[in-house]
């Protein structure tokens, strides 16, 4: 069982960069691949990026490529996603979630543990 908490969210201007962290509790974090989504008002869960359980893949989503960043650190038991250059379009909620394996990333019915979500809001 993993719980998993997520924080760094706020209002940033458009250009500007937050830190995203997802704490979990748990003795099993390390062994988990780690992902983050977004949902926006009135769209569907979207994948954005996803760590391995140790950290030496990771998968960033084309749309994000370049300005979003996945790392996790397991001594902390958190994962992080860092996001520069924010865009208005940016705006959403964002989740972390943990899976077993490699694979079907982008597949957030394959995620097994969800946080509750920070609010990310950009202005332009």
């Known amino acids: 069982q993993v719980q998993l908490v997520e924080s760094g969210g706020g209002l940033v201007q458009a250009g500007g960069s937050l830190r995203l962290s997802c704490a979990a509790s748990?003795?099993?974090?390390?062994?988990?691949?780690m992902g983050w989504f977004r949902q926006a008002p009135g769209k569907e869960r979207e994948f954005q990026a996803a760590?391995?359980?140790?950290?030496?893949?990771?998968y960033v989503a084309d749309s994000v490529k370049g300005r979003f960043t996945i790392s996790r650190d397991n001594a902390e038991n958190t994962a992080y996603l860092q996001m520069n250059s924010l865009k208005p379009e940016d705006t959403a909620v964002y989740y972390c979630a943990a899976k077993r394996g490699w694979d079907r990333l982008k597949s957030s019915e394959r995620y097994n543990y969800w946080g509750q979500g920070t609010a990310v809001t950009v202005s332009s």
């Open positions: 760590i391995t359980w140790n950290g030496g893949l990771t």
């Open positions: 748990g003795r099993t974090f390390s062994s988990y691949t």
